[in-house]
């Protein structure tokens, strides 16, 4: 018998290439966004190149992923190269190339971690402990992405209405897992923390032309954490930073249902008026 | 006449190698760190490498610089290669080599800025409007170039004993400005950014080996806004974010003596224990 993939797993899918760390992939339309495919998956697949490159050690503790230019529907070719491999970490540079142009590039960083004292400092946001409680937002009008998760706003959906009314912050608080439901593991992680609308939209109840131009995520879960997480939602939580001249910042953090810190990730957004 | 070269200069000095985008430059012993070099001063010199390029277009916005080795005091040779130009961004992959292997790769983002709604959603710091009178820490067994900066601090300076009593939280407020003043530009704010000591010796209140393995910084200065912010002490701002097996990251911000955001910054830090 044979099951059928999961939409995400369609997405970020790699062929080998002609040598060792070169891929070829491609956009799917159940992740597209208003422009080009939605950046989660992007970065996704950009971290995948390294998690199935054979030199490959240890687990990703950092992804940085800066985007060149709206990917187009269609292929694509990745080459991912350790530029450094320590002890225990390793440097990875990941370029994407399309239709002969750099369309993304990414670094990332690996490690072999070892158990050590290990603290919380910043903290959950205050969440109804059941998901499923919390309504779902309609999905009328939104890209394809969007349906491609299950997002349960506690706080800091999109407005009702983009009435242009200036709002005091852009915070949200929100349950979201991969719909369907799907395992978490490294790559929806880095998928997931692409997930926040943008900020702008919330602060300024607009609608403007956008789109991230880099995005850094910071793994605090390991491959344990993530077995233990599964299928459950997490808690996201964002909140910009600061809004000037063409550009704004914004940082969030991904929780497991355990409130223990998946990751934490942030990102700067090109934003025109 | 000859006026001496301020000391920050001296450390991110490249001279143009054998070809377009290649560049050499050396470790400068005025900013020394425990091992190797300050990394603020590694992520300006990256940055001056895109700065210094003759294809080179706009302001940096993003700035992403992975430490894959401690440098070597001595000399390294830098490429840095423009790999896609739009209209109004620019985007940069920069490669640090030292005897023959990569020490540090970086990802920047440059852009020409157009004035836009621009509006902030972080806030300053408490702190108080004249660093003179804030009392400047004693500068005795701390490296080199921690003397290179003014660092007045609000709260959070290192403690004055390390008797590993657990604290709750790691925040540090400062004022902080080159030592001896030099006018504020993107390469030393991109080097103030890495200034903020561990978070983990302060919320250990213990020394253990650490390094930063990844940094990241979203420019929100343009060269109007440093060139009004002169000499002038900045208003740095940090607080970690969570502390697991190996790796911690923390947060921060760089205000302008006005209280605009000049900059956000992010890290991620190994540590052994």
């Known amino acids: 018998m044979h099951r059928t993939m999961h939409p995400f797993d369609s997405a970020i899918a790699l062929a080998p290439g ?10 799917t339309p159940a992740y597209a966004n208003m422009v080009g495919p939605f950046g989660g998956t992007t970065a996704a697949t950009l971290l995948n190149a390294a998690l199935q490159h054979p030199q490959r050690i240890g687990e990703p503790i950092a992804l940085t992923v800066n985007f060149a230019s709206a990917l187009a529907e269609g292929g694509f070719e990745i080459e991912a190269r350790p530029m450094r491999t320590n002890r225990s970490t390793q440097h990875w540079t990941i370029e994407l190339v399309q239709a002969g142009e750099v369309a993304a590039t990414a670094t990332a960083v690996f490690a072999l971690r070892r158990e050590t004292w290990s603290m919380p400092e910043a903290s959950a946001p205050a969440a109804p402990p059941e998901p499923e409680r919390v309504p779902r937002p309609s999905l009328v009008g939104r890209p394809a992405w969007v349906s491609r998760y299950d997002m349960r706003f506690v706080e800091g959906d999109l407005p009702a209405r983009f009435d242009g009314e200036l709002q005091r912050d852009s ?103």
């Open 171 to 273: 915070r949200s608080t929100l349950w979201v897992r991969d719909e369907p439901p799907r395992p978490l593991d490294f790559a929806s992680l880095a998928a997931l923390a692409d997930c926040f609308f943008p900020r702008v939209f919330l602060r300024r109840r607009k609608v403007v032309p956008i789109g991230t131009v880099s995005l850094t995520t910071y793994f605090h879960a390991d491959a344990a954490m993530l077995a233990e997480q599964g299928e459950n939602h997490v808690l996201g939580s964002v909140r910009a930073v600061n809004f000037r001249n063409g550009y704004f910042d914004h940082s969030g953090e991904v929780w497991s249902s355990r409130r223990e810190l998946l990751a934490s990730t942030h990102q700067v957004v090109y934003y025109r008026e």
């Open 18 to 27: 002609a040598s060792t760390g070169r891929f070829s992939g491609s956009t």
